[in-house]
């Protein structure tokens, strides 16, 4: 008797879980959406409290579920400590990821493989009780997490000793241009012990992805790959709109925790001259004292340039009184929150100050703006230090000792940034630069390029270890 026709196997399924978090949630969603492009089914899940948050595109090509951290009401500032916070989202976030996956397997979308933020090694040791295969992926420079590698595996010592600290693949570094975590030793210990422990379990990961592209960082990617993991580069993630346009449709993150203006930002934009606008904006996290948005506001103003500037509904009490979201729309306009992406490909806007958040970084290389480096904690140091140095996309600003014992920028100092920036005698140098970057991340992700080429390999790894498991 003949043997019965195999039903088809079913379509691979990837378990996304980023840290819950914008900033991670947006390159992890942009990878997945990559990976249906290609034929993987993606579902991407993230806390309770942050689903119940989220402006979700439906016509997005990833499913979205969830799990806890313990704090469903009110997330991460819901708990009292930072520490409390992370240990909860361990707890309690394996318990629920666990459920996810045995949820899933009952169902018709059975979990072949987790990709996992990198920040949460726990979501390996989950993957390995279901045997799926696990993805580690990380969301900030191979740079940076190099450098976090070796404080981890006790390859550079802390305290930091000397003025330089020689890291490999790395060019010579000061102590201050590491990330704030290793050089201010003890400033955020919960955060520390996250970024330290990413490397924890990560030789027991099946694959190593990084969200950065091969030729931005090829020093050091070339080192790490040679001696650590063969890792595999598959940025810049960003919507596909901004860069190689290969994905239909793909012109938004389609999932968003704050509401943009898009529409006001877009009408006082088209009013300015090209080049003309001077973009600021510090990300979804950080916190500026109250003297810094004063010395901030004091540059802008003195500029005499038209600027847009980002203040997050919950920092616009620290505006100094002359300034607000209505009282000058001619020379500035201040937003509680926008479409980034959309400012910075404006053809009016000239230059982006920044925080130095490696997507806000990413997000300028890839539309071609130079930048004024105002870096405030964890990686954003490191980033401003190759913005300035290695990318040569912009400049750095110096600090100063504020009256409460605060680093801050002085007016002056952003003053002569911007000034280098928008019209001094490196800007034609750097924008140029900015531009010739912008090539080459779109460069990566069109076809035959390093990140395409990656992602290729990437998915034809994952479906023969996904064949063995089976």
Not at 70 to 95: C, H, I, M, N
Request: glycine content about 6%; aromatic content about 8%.
């Amino acid at each position: 008797m003949a043997e019965a026709p195999k039903s088809p196997s079913p379509r691979p399924h990837v378990l996304i879980v980023p840290y819950p978090a914008q900033g991670h949630i947006n390159p992890m969603l942009q990878f997945s959406k990559r990976l249906a492009a290609r034929g993987i089914r993606a579902t991407l899940a993230t806390t309770i409290y942050l689903a119940k948050s989220m402006h979700v595109d439906p016509t997005a090509p990833v499913d979205v579920e969830t799990i806890s951290d313990g704090y469903d009401e009110g997330g991460y500032g819901q708990a009292k400590t930072p520490d409390d916070y992370q240990k909860s989202l361990e707890t309690v976030g394996s318990r629920t990821l666990a459920a996810l996956i045995e949820r899933l397997e009952e169902s018709d979308r059975p979990v072949h493989a987790v990709i996992y933020d990198g920040f949460i090694p726990w979501a390996l040791d989950v993957t390995r009780r279901y045997s799926k295969v696990g993805v580690v992926f990380f969301t900030q420079t191979c740079a940076v997490n190099n450098i976090y590698y070796h404080v981890q595996r006790g390859l550079l010592g802390l305290p930091l000793e000397g003025p330089v600290v020689s890291v490999p693949g790395l060019p010579p570094l000061r102590p201050s241009e590491t990330p704030s975590y290793v050089y201010k030793l003890g400033s955020y210990p919960a955060f520390y012990d996250m970024v330290i422990n990413q490397f924890i379990n990560v030789d027991e990961a099946d694959i190593v992805l990084f969200s950065t592209f091969y030729e931005l960082e090829k020093e050091v990617v070339d080192w790490m790959s040679a001696s650590l993991w063969p890792l595999k580069t598959i940025g810049p993630t960003l919507p596909s709109a901004y860069l190689d346009k290969r994905l239909d449709g793909d012109s938004d993150y389609a999932i968003n925790l704050f509401e943009s203006t898009a529409d006001v930002c877009s009408s006082w934009l088209n009013s300015k001259p090209h080049g003309s606008v001077i973009y600021v904006s510090f990300g979804s996290m950080a916190r500026l004292p109250h003297l810094q948005v004063t010395e901030l506001s004091n540059a802008l103003v003195r500029s005499a340039r038209p600027f847009l500037w980002v203040v997050r509904s919950d920092e616009q009490h620290k505006l100094p009184g002359h300034l607000s979201t209505a009282t000058d729309r001619g020379l500035w306009l201040i937003v509680p929150w926008c479409n980034q992406l959309e400012v910075l490909s404006h053809r009016s806007v000239g230059c982006f100050v920044t925080h130095c958040g490696l997507n806000s970084v990413i997000e300028a290389i890839c539309l071609g703006v130079p930048m004024v480096a105002v870096p405030q904690w964890t990686d954003q140091t490191t980033n401003a230090k190759y913005i300035e140095d290695v990318w040569r996309v912009g400049v750095r600003t110096r600090m100063s000792i504020g009256e409460d014992g605060s680093e801050i920028v002085r007016s002056d100092a952003l003053e002569e940034c911007l000034r280098e920036v928008m019209e001094g005698e490196r800007a034609k140098e750097m924008k140029e630069n900015a531009l010739k970057w912008k090539e080459k991340a779109r460069a990566a992700l069109d076809d035959g390029g390093s990140s395409d080429q990656n992602i290729e390999a990437f998915v034809g790894q994952l479906l023969r270890m996904i064949n063995t498991i089976e």
